[in-house]
């Protein structure tokens, strides 16, 4: 019983320390990209979704959460503006089909993401890549003069630094470009309507429009829409899930008050538990661990490689563990060796540009090469070796 009194002694004077604490603290600002269109957060779309009626007069805003197919088989959507705002859309075959075959009955289709999935770079070619520029050198203009192709767009945030670097253009209509002549915005003609692609959904965020620049971009960007449909479907499937999916768990945990509640609560009980563990259970024999014998498992394997001679294979091996270390320690994507990854690279990393461009042709021959000599594994193992030296 004593021991109880000291517990719950403990865990009121913690709690009573945390309400103060929170009681005091400032309301941190909440920098999360959610794109929730009942969020007032600076990366939330309350204010466009909000100004709808603005940019399409004569329209009904229906807000939808469910899958495209859902909304456009099942319940017999025909005729309308159809917006998706998210992060990274997710389509199967057969929400494409529906999508493709809605736009060629004469309706518009508006997409702003940063990733478009499979479905899309299969069926349209289309992929996203960042600018790795501050946000003064990066901007946006229209090509189109009357909507004043000499207006350039600025930003912070990381917003407009999202391009396309794969686009069909026999197909497709740039319709506006940043400042590096890559495109952010196009339209492709499917049957009747069109299809608007858009690979900066953080234009149309609250932080945005807070300036007059960025409502211009907004609004501008829309306005290439149909503003005379009755319906605009507006999308949150891709932005807050499925509508059936909410759960108790899930709103308890979206409330930073509650979630924190909770956090204390699970702690104290799991201090308890381990408190109580002390005192009754039994003394535990030592047993002497295992030997490390991690040594003697890479000397064998290294004589294994050595005696089968595969060069062809660790050089493989090499250049894949030294594109991951590439990924993970500078945040680059290594699909394409080009001139514009060697100046990335050469940038984050400090590493002298001649040993960047020796080991990057290396990379490019040996990495799908048969035949690797000892010569050219040792200087590929070399120029590695020296990558990670300098590199720190």
Not at 96 to 121: C, H, P, R, T
């Amino acid at each position: 019983m004593k021991d109880l009194k000291i517990y719950l002694f403990i865990a009121s004077v913690l709690l009573i320390f945390y309400l103060i604490g929170q009681y005091n603290r400032p309301v941190p600002i909440n920098w999360s990209q959610t794109l929730k269109n009942d969020e007032k957060i600076p990366f939330g779309t309350y204010i466009i979704y909000q100004r709808l009626t603005d940019i399409f007069p004569q329209a009904n805003v229906v807000t939808v959460r469910e899958p495209v197919y859902s909304v456009l088989a099942d319940h017999g959507e025909r005729q309308g503006v159809y917006i998706i705002i998210c992060q990274n859309l997710k389509l199967t075959d057969d929400d494409y089909d529906q999508l493709s075959g809605f736009v060629e009955k004469g309706n518009d289709v508006f997409i702003s993401a940063f990733e478009f999935g499979d479905i899309f770079k299969k069926k349209l070619k289309v992929a996203t890549d960042i600018e790795n520029v501050s946000d003064e050198k990066n901007g946006i203009h229209f090509l189109n003069k009357n909507v004043g192709s000499d207006t350039l767009y600025n930003n912070d945030k990381f917003i407009n630094d999202s391009y396309f670097y794969d686009i069909d253009t026999a197909k497709a209509t740039i319709i506006a470009q940043n400042n590096f002549h890559h495109a952010v915005f196009f339209k492709l003609k499917l049957g009747k309507g069109n299809l608007y692609v858009n690979s900066d959904p953080l234009m149309f965020t609250n932080y945005s429009l807070l300036n007059t620049k960025g409502v211009m971009l907004a609004g501008t960007t829309l306005s290439y829409l149909d503003k005379n449909n009755k319906t605009v479907l507006w999308d949150e499937y891709f932005t807050q899930g499925h509508a059936n999916e909410e759960s108790v768990m899930r709103v308890f945990l979206n409330n930073p008050s509650l979630r924190w509640a909770y956090y204390i609560a699970l702690f104290s009980i799991v201090a308890f538990v381990l408190y109580q563990m002390k005192r009754r259970q039994r003394i535990i024999p030592v047993i002497e661990p295992l030997s490390n014998t991690s040594v003697e498992f890479a000397n064998v394997v290294g004589q294994v490689y050595y005696e089968q001679r595969n060069n062809s294979n660790i050089a493989q091996k090499k250049i894949a563990y030294f594109l991951e270390y590439i990924r993970t320690r500078f945040y680059l994507k290594t699909n394409v060796l080009d001139d514009n990854f060697l100046n990335a690279l050469a940038q984050k990393s400090g590493v002298q540009r001649d040993l960047l461009t020796d080991l990057i042709r290396q990379i490019t021959l040996l990495g799908n090469s048969k035949n690797v000599t000892d010569n050219d594994l040792i200087s590929l193992n070399q120029n590695i070796e020296l990558f990670y030296t300098q590199t720190g």
